[in-house]
């Protein structure tokens, strides 16, 4: 109910307000009698008064003198004025210092309830007003969290484009980091969060991002002054100012951060530390600085803290060098099951990733994922279920994407490779004996013939490079080297006959010219063919 006080130096009329009403049915309480208006000031002073009902002419202080008193204390009190007299001036002093009403006596009774009801109702509002900026107020405190990220999140993105607005924010954030200072920007990402936070419930998360700024503030603010919040669900950003410390004292400091996470947390996290400015505007290019610099981390490894005046990031290379000649050796390696080939090879490609760092993680991915397809498509071309061999492709991909260091990577293609190279070994192992069987067969049958690698491997209804790549694997030797080989040494059993003649021998070992012969026999043995008879003797 509302609180109202009744003011007048005669006894009989404050008695008389007090019955001329049911105030209770307009929601008034009344709460006190005043003689005059000093008395009356002491109580508003001492109550919370909403109404205040009062004669004008009374001794020691008069109704119009309270009015301004309670005015200029800023006391929200709605004031109604009776009076007998009739004065314009005291009417105009009413309007002056806002009355609510002004009626003379004798009162008229519904003058008096219209004047009641217009000001309870005018109570109602301010009250349901004050309700609504409390309700407003609530709710802004209780957003202050996320707009204060909100408008760091914008900040390092470089959503702003004027000083003016960035410091007005800065200020009404509170935030602690001086503007009128060099500062800089790092970033911290748990390592392998992915596999973390598996099967962790949401609570579980966002305690663990709280457990992070937290620490991370509380090792920061002992040596600068700074700011931290989470800008994702992987990435926290701290901005502090740069002031007199030396790239040494910065590895110090985040070397300690570190430490302190995976004392309390039991997790492993690295931090990419930006360049510094003294122009807030370029907070965007600082945050890009430091997220390069954590990109690093890719060769470094887990646990790394990696400073952007480090490294060389401008990289202008796409894909691996010389990606198609790898392609095809790794798939020769696949066709014949030949493992310590194909991890040769991959141990060639990623040693050369490690001395070369100008690839990005993306580069080194993308060729990662080039080569992977290529294999995958040549499964295929065999008629072989590249899921039954290697897996969903999806889950490849996801796995090479989601590779956080070089030898994550490494690990994950030797992984696959293996299981692709070890599928054919399994599967051409006793297949390849016998191919290489009867291309022996042939070779030692016709020797003596005009016999060439195309001719073979027509016989053995297989491709020449392909006939050509298993002989080699298996045998150590080309199939050329091999029936060389075999026909020197059927010519080096004719040589024994002296009846025959050179010419003769070329021809029956396969070659028609006789000087060519000669030359290959030298080659063969170190000696001509004549020579070679006659060191026989």
Request: proline share 1%.
């Amino acid at each position: 109910m509302f609180k109202m006080i009744i003011v007048d130096d005669e006894i009989l009329v404050r008695q008389g307000m007090r019955n001329i009403l049911n105030w209770e049915e307009y929601n008034i309480e009344i709460i006190g009698e005043a003689s005059d208006g000093e008395e009356a000031y002491k109580m508003c002073l001492e109550n919370k008064i909403d109404i205040l009902f009062t004669d004008i002419r009374m001794p020691f202080l008069d109704g119009l003198e309270l009015a301004m008193k309670i005015k200029q204390e800023n006391m929200n009190i709605k004031i109604i004025f009776f009076s007998g007299i009739q004065d314009f001036n005291y009417a105009k002093t009413a309007l002056d210092i806002c009355a609510e009403a002004y009626i003379l006596k004798p009162l008229e009774i519904e003058e008096l309830k219209e004047a009641i009801i217009k000001v309870t109702e005018k109570l109602v509002l301010e009250i349901d007003r004050e309700n609504k900026l409390l309700k407003l107020e609530q709710q802004l405190h209780e957003s202050f969290g996320p707009a204060r990220e909100k408008f760091l999140m914008d900040l390092v993105l470089g959503v702003f484009k004027s000083e003016t607005e960035i410091m007005g924010k800065l200020n009404y954030f509170n935030n602690p980091f001086k503007t009128e200072q060099s500062f800089a920007l790092a970033i911290l990402k748990i390592d392998d969060y992915c596999f973390f936070v598996n099967n962790k419930s949401e609570f579980d998360k966002q305690l663990l991002s709280f457990g992070v700024i937290n620490i991370g503030n509380e090792v920061l603010k002992q040596y600068t002054t700074a700011i931290s919040f989470c800008r994702d669900e992987n990435e926290f950003v701290m901005i502090f100012n740069v002031e007199n410390f030396t790239k040494e004292r910065y590895n110090e400091i985040f070397q300690e951060v570190n430490y302190s996470i995976k004392k309390y947390l039991k997790i492993s996290t690295s931090i990419g530390i930006g360049n510094s400015s003294d122009n807030v505007l370029e907070m965007n290019v600082l945050y890009k600085s430091a997220f390069d610099a954590l990109q690093f981390k890719f060769y470094t490894g887990k646990d790394s803290i990696i400073n952007a005046s480090d490294i060389e990031l401008d990289s202008k290379k796409d894909y691996y060098k010389d990606l198609y000649a790898v392609e095809m050796r790794l798939l020769n390696s696949i066709k014949l099951g030949d493992i310590k080939g194909e991890e040769k090879i991959l141990e060639e490609i990623f040693n050369d990733f490690m001395n070369d760092r100008s690839y990005t993680i993306n580069n080194v991915q993308d060729s990662c994922i080039e080569i992977i397809c290529i294999a995958l498509r040549a499964i295929s071309e065999t008629g072989e279920k590249v899921e039954a061999i290697v897996g969903k492709r999806s889950d490849i991909m996801e796995s090479i994407s989601g590779a956080e260091s070089i030898n994550d990577l490494k690990v994950i293609m030797l992984a696959i490779f293996g299981k692709i190279t070890g599928h054919f070994c399994k599967k051409y192992n006793h297949k390849n004996i016998k191919l290489v069987s009867s291309i022996k067969d042939i070779i030692n049958k016709m020797y003596m013939e005009d016999i060439s690698v195309n001719r073979i491997s027509e016989m053995v209804f297989l491709t020449p490079n392909y006939t050509s790549l298993i002989f080699k694997h298996e045998v150590g030797e080309s199939i050329i080297d091999y029936l060389t080989k075999i026909r020197i040494e059927a010519a080096k059993e004719l040589l024994k006959s002296k009846d025959l003649k050179i010419l003769d021998i070329s021809a029956m070992v396969g070659y028609e010219d006789t000087s060519y012969f000669s030359k290959v026999f030298k080659k063969y043995t170190g000696v001509y063919p004549q020579k070679y008879r006659n060191n026989l003797d």
